[in-house]
Protein backbone atom coordinates (compact mmCIF):
# COMPACT_ATOMS: atom_id res chain seq x y z
CA UNK A 1 0.00 0.00 0.00
CA UNK A 2 1.38 3.44 -1.27
CA UNK A 3 1.70 5.96 1.82
CA UNK A 4 -0.18 8.83 0.38
CA UNK A 5 0.79 12.86 1.46
CA UNK A 6 -1.51 14.38 4.21
CA UNK A 7 -1.89 18.17 4.74
CA UNK A 8 -2.81 20.18 7.62
CA UNK A 9 -2.67 24.10 8.10
CA UNK A 10 1.38 23.69 9.36
CA UNK A 11 2.17 20.01 8.49
CA UNK A 12 3.01 17.85 5.46
CA UNK A 13 2.92 13.66 6.29
CA UNK A 14 4.70 12.50 3.64
CA UNK A 15 6.22 9.08 3.16
CA UNK A 16 9.10 7.94 5.35
CA UNK A 17 12.06 7.37 3.22
CA UNK A 18 15.56 6.39 4.20
CA UNK A 19 16.50 9.93 3.94
CA UNK A 20 14.80 10.23 7.29
CA UNK A 21 16.94 8.15 8.68
CA UNK A 22 19.51 10.63 10.46
CA UNK A 23 16.83 12.33 12.47
CA UNK A 24 15.05 9.19 13.21
CA UNK A 25 18.57 8.15 14.82
CA UNK A 26 18.21 11.35 16.49
CA UNK A 27 15.24 11.07 18.22
CA UNK A 28 15.79 7.26 19.34
CA UNK A 29 18.67 8.72 21.19
CA UNK A 30 16.79 11.18 23.41
CA UNK A 31 16.33 9.90 26.68
CA UNK A 32 12.92 11.47 27.30
CA UNK A 33 11.50 10.16 24.06
CA UNK A 34 12.75 6.73 24.93
CA UNK A 35 10.79 7.24 28.08
CA UNK A 36 7.84 8.37 26.59
CA UNK A 37 7.50 6.20 23.73
CA UNK A 38 9.53 2.95 23.76
CA UNK A 39 9.42 0.36 26.33
CA UNK A 40 12.60 -0.65 26.06
CA UNK A 41 14.81 2.73 28.13
CA UNK A 42 18.03 1.61 26.23
CA UNK A 43 18.71 3.69 22.69
CA UNK A 44 18.99 1.36 19.79
CA UNK A 45 22.09 1.66 17.73
CA UNK A 46 21.92 3.19 14.29
CA UNK A 47 21.61 -0.10 12.40
CA UNK A 48 18.87 -1.32 14.40
CA UNK A 49 17.00 1.59 14.00
CA UNK A 50 17.77 1.54 10.20
CA UNK A 51 16.74 -2.02 9.75
CA UNK A 52 12.90 -1.32 11.92
CA UNK A 53 12.58 1.73 9.63
CA UNK A 54 13.51 -0.57 6.46
CA UNK A 55 10.91 -3.44 7.92
CA UNK A 56 8.46 -0.87 7.99
CA UNK A 57 9.19 0.16 4.05
CA UNK A 58 9.71 -3.54 2.91
CA UNK A 59 7.62 -4.23 -0.52
CA UNK A 60 4.15 -5.26 -0.52
CA UNK A 61 3.57 -4.10 3.02
CA UNK A 62 0.09 -3.85 3.19
CA UNK A 63 -0.84 -3.58 6.88
CA UNK A 64 1.40 -0.04 7.87
CA UNK A 65 1.43 3.53 6.22
CA UNK A 66 4.46 5.00 7.92
CA UNK A 67 4.56 8.95 7.51
CA UNK A 68 7.40 11.56 8.00
CA UNK A 69 6.14 14.87 9.77
CA UNK A 70 7.11 17.70 7.97
CA UNK A 71 6.57 21.87 8.47
CA UNK A 72 4.98 23.56 5.98
CA UNK A 73 7.33 26.45 6.55
CA UNK A 74 10.55 25.24 5.66
CA UNK A 75 10.29 21.51 4.85
CA UNK A 76 11.78 20.75 8.19
CA UNK A 77 11.51 16.37 9.54
CA UNK A 78 10.31 17.28 12.89
CA UNK A 79 8.66 13.54 13.38
CA UNK A 80 7.26 10.58 12.38
CA UNK A 81 3.56 9.12 12.71
CA UNK A 82 1.63 5.77 11.11
CA UNK A 83 -1.08 3.70 10.97
CA UNK A 84 -0.10 0.26 11.81
CA UNK A 85 -1.62 -2.82 11.98
CA UNK A 86 -3.98 -1.84 9.29
CA UNK A 87 -6.91 -4.45 8.98
CA UNK A 88 -9.43 -3.98 7.14
CA UNK A 89 -11.02 -6.99 7.37
CA UNK A 90 -11.74 -6.31 11.14
CA UNK A 91 -12.25 -2.58 9.91
CA UNK A 92 -9.33 -1.16 12.56
CA UNK A 93 -5.95 -0.34 12.64
CA UNK A 94 -3.40 1.57 15.49
CA UNK A 95 -2.63 4.92 15.35
CA UNK A 96 1.47 6.35 16.44
CA UNK A 97 3.32 9.25 16.04
CA UNK A 98 6.37 10.95 17.95
CA UNK A 99 6.58 14.92 17.46
CA UNK A 100 10.79 14.97 17.69
CA UNK A 101 11.83 18.32 18.23
CA UNK A 102 11.15 19.26 21.40
CA UNK A 103 10.51 23.00 20.61
CA UNK A 104 7.50 22.15 19.36
CA UNK A 105 6.36 20.49 22.02
CA UNK A 106 2.88 22.12 23.40
CA UNK A 107 2.27 23.92 20.06
CA UNK A 108 -0.84 21.48 18.78
CA UNK A 109 1.20 19.78 16.31
CA UNK A 110 0.14 16.66 17.48
CA UNK A 111 -3.78 17.27 16.99
CA UNK A 112 -3.36 18.16 13.46
CA UNK A 113 -1.40 14.94 13.40
CA UNK A 114 -3.81 13.08 14.90
CA UNK A 115 -6.81 14.81 12.77
CA UNK A 116 -5.06 13.79 9.56
CA UNK A 117 -4.19 10.17 10.10
CA UNK A 118 -8.36 9.64 11.83
CA UNK A 119 -9.43 11.43 8.48
CA UNK A 120 -7.25 9.29 6.46
CA UNK A 121 -8.34 5.93 8.29
CA UNK A 122 -11.68 7.16 8.58
CA UNK A 123 -12.30 8.46 4.66
CA UNK A 124 -10.04 6.74 2.62
CA UNK A 125 -9.02 3.66 4.09
CA UNK A 126 -12.94 3.21 5.28
CA UNK A 127 -11.87 1.72 8.88
CA UNK A 128 -14.46 1.93 11.55
CA UNK A 129 -11.93 1.94 14.53
CA UNK A 130 -8.87 3.75 15.38
CA UNK A 131 -6.53 2.17 18.48
CA UNK A 132 -3.77 3.99 20.14
CA UNK A 133 -1.54 2.60 22.94
CA UNK A 134 0.50 4.84 25.32
CA UNK A 135 2.23 4.27 28.76
CA UNK A 136 0.06 5.78 31.74
CA UNK A 137 2.71 8.09 32.98
CA UNK A 138 2.87 9.86 29.02
CA UNK A 139 0.22 12.16 30.24
CA UNK A 140 0.09 14.43 26.99
CA UNK A 141 -0.51 11.34 24.83
CA UNK A 142 -3.31 9.94 27.04
CA UNK A 143 -4.67 13.74 27.14
CA UNK A 144 -4.16 14.35 23.00
CA UNK A 145 -6.50 10.76 22.93
CA UNK A 146 -8.70 11.68 25.33
CA UNK A 147 -9.40 15.18 23.74
CA UNK A 148 -9.74 13.56 20.16
CA UNK A 149 -12.66 11.55 21.70
CA UNK A 150 -10.93 8.07 22.34
CA UNK A 151 -12.01 6.31 25.51
CA UNK A 152 -9.96 3.97 27.16
CA UNK A 153 -11.02 0.40 26.92
CA UNK A 154 -7.96 -1.85 28.48
CA UNK A 155 -5.09 -1.22 30.87
CA UNK A 156 -2.31 -3.57 30.57
CA UNK A 157 -0.70 -3.32 34.03
CA UNK A 158 2.94 -3.38 34.93
CA UNK A 159 3.48 -3.35 30.82
CA UNK A 160 6.30 -1.15 30.92
CA UNK A 161 9.37 -1.59 32.85
CA UNK A 162 11.46 1.56 34.12
CA UNK A 163 14.23 0.55 36.29
CA UNK A 164 12.41 -1.38 39.45
CA UNK A 165 9.15 0.05 38.40
CA UNK A 166 6.79 -0.92 36.17
CA UNK A 167 3.95 0.91 34.69
CA UNK A 168 0.82 0.39 32.71
CA UNK A 169 -0.32 1.08 29.48
CA UNK A 170 -3.32 2.02 28.00
CA UNK A 171 -5.49 1.22 25.06
CA UNK A 172 -7.75 3.63 23.57
CA UNK A 173 -10.13 3.30 20.97
CA UNK A 174 -12.45 5.43 18.76
CA UNK A 175 -15.15 4.73 16.93
CA UNK A 176 -15.69 6.60 13.32
CA UNK A 177 -17.63 8.97 14.27
CA UNK A 178 -22.14 8.12 12.47
Same mark, same amino acid.
Given at each position: M????L ?18 V ?37 DL ?9 D ?18 C /?? #? !?? &??E? $? ?5 ? @? ?5 ? *???H ?9 V ?6 F ?8 ? /?? #? !?Q &???? $?????R? @?N????? *??F ?6
Open positions: ATPSATPRLLLRSLTLEHLPSLCWEADAELRHLNDEDPDPAPAHEVEAIVRGWLAPGRVLPFAIHLRSDRCVGWCMLAAIDPAAGE /RI #G !FT &LGR $ELWGSGL @GREVLSA *LLDAFQNLGLWRLGEVHANLRSRRLLE /RA #G !F &LIHT $EPGAIR @GHLHDE *LVSLQRPA
